[in-house]
């Protein structure tokens, strides 16, 4: 069996000293380093692309289901008065803000201010739009409380999903990774 030639240097491995045909120079070491970084780039922007799609689908589940005529299960209060399709707008704008925030926050999990009071503001014309659309939906009528809670859903989402897990969970949690 051939020996290989081993470096007697500060190198080494918890097995023991690193052969020389492992050891790697300052240049091959860069190349490696910009390789392995260039793959976790495309393995992030393809969980985007991921975050992206489903942001669209729930977009267009939300319009679709908002063109259903009415059938009359969701809108009567049952025994206790409470109108379950309050807790349906709610529960699918907080979907809708978490898709947008998991979809455009960045590697250390941040999405700028202005991005955020821009979403809030299309995610209020969003609403509204939703509920104009059930004008011309036979049984549908436009619905202010719905919108309320839309808005509320969205407003939940950031700052429960953004600000709290995101912001206080996550980056704190990436940061101590990374050092």
């Known amino acids: 069996m051939p020996k290989v030639a081993m470096r007697s240097s500060s190198v080494s491995h918890k097995f ?9 120079n ?19 922007y393809y969980k985007k692309s991921i975050w992206l799609i489903l942001f669209i689908f729930w977009t267009l589940l939300i319009i679709s289901t908002s063109m259903i005529p009415y059938s009359g299960a969701t809108g009567e209060p049952g025994s206790s008065g409470f109108r379950w399709d309050y807790l349906e707008h709610f529960l699918a704008h907080f979907a ?3 898709l947008y925030i998991m979809w455009r926050s960045d590697r250390s999990f941040n999405i700028r201010n202005l991005e955020l009071a821009l979403m809030f ?3 209020i014309c969003f609403s509204i739009l939703t509920e104009f659309i059930q004008l011309f939906v036979p049984g549908r009528a436009f619905n202010y409380i719905d919108v309320l809670y839309n808005l509320a859903g969205v407003l939940s989402a950031i700052l429960l999903i953004y600000f709290l897990l995101i912001r206080y969970y996550l980056r704190k949690k990436h940061l101590s990774i990374e050092t």
């Open 96 to 98: 809708f803000g978490t």
């Open 121 to 123: 503001t299309v995610s």
């Open 16 to 24: 023991g000293p690193v052969p020389l045909f492992f050891q790697l």
């Open 26 to 44: 300052r240049t091959q070491y860069a190349f490696l380093r910009i390789f392995e970084n260039s793959m976790r780039l495309l393995k992030f």
